[in-house]
Structure formats: C-alpha cells, structure tokens
C-alpha cells in the first residue's frame, strides 16, 4: 500500500470513524480469543498434532522408539529369566555323542 493510502485509511479510521489504536487492538485480541476457541472445539488441532506425531515417527523418531522398546523389552525378559531359571541345552555333535551344558544367567 502506498504511504498516501495508508495515511488516507488511517485518517479515515482514526477521524471519520472514532475508532482508537485501543480500539483496533482490543477488536483483533477479541477476533483472535474466538477464532482460537473455534478451532480448539473443532477436530483440527486434533488432526494437525496427530498429523505431526505421524510425521515424526516416519522420519525416525520411530526407528529410535522401536530400537528402544525392544531394548527395554529384552532386559526386561532377560531379568525375569535369570531370576526365575536355570537353562539346560543338550545337543548332539558329529560323533553322536551327547553334551549337557548348563546354563545360569547372572544379571548382576
């Protein structure tokens, strides 16, 4: 807009309409309080962070997310092991010849 514009609109707003630099201010908070009401009611802001979330994890926050629940998955199985078994293997070899290993998972 040219300045001359401007000047004009602002003399026309401020002159011929009484309407205050409080005013305008105090019109677009109250513009912005409810258009921000109508999208926290509506499912928008529901969408966008879902949307966001999605996006994220595709772009590897998932694989770090995923690596980390198996991580903690298998300590967490493996210490309900140690504390609950001993573990026994027998295999045969070439030989046919048996072997007993026993096995005890420490965890500490």
Wanted: proline residues 0%.
């Amino acid at each position: 807009m040219k300045r001359s514009n401007y000047q004009e609109v602002k003399n026309l707003i401020h002159n011929e309409l009484g309407i205050s630099k409080d005013d305008i201010q105090d019109i677009i908070k109250q513009t912005v309080r409810e258009e921000v009401g109508k999208l926290i009611k509506s499912d928008y802001m529901d969408v966008l962070i879902s949307n966001l979330i999605k996006s994220e994890f595709r772009n590897g926050l998932g694989n770090s997310f995923k690596d980390n629940v198996r991580g903690i998955t298998a300590k967490e199985i493996g210490s309900l092991i140690s504390s609950k078994m001993n573990i026994n293997v027998e295999f045969n070899d070439n030989n046919n010849e048996k072997a007993n290993i026993i096995y005890k998972i420490d965890n500490k």
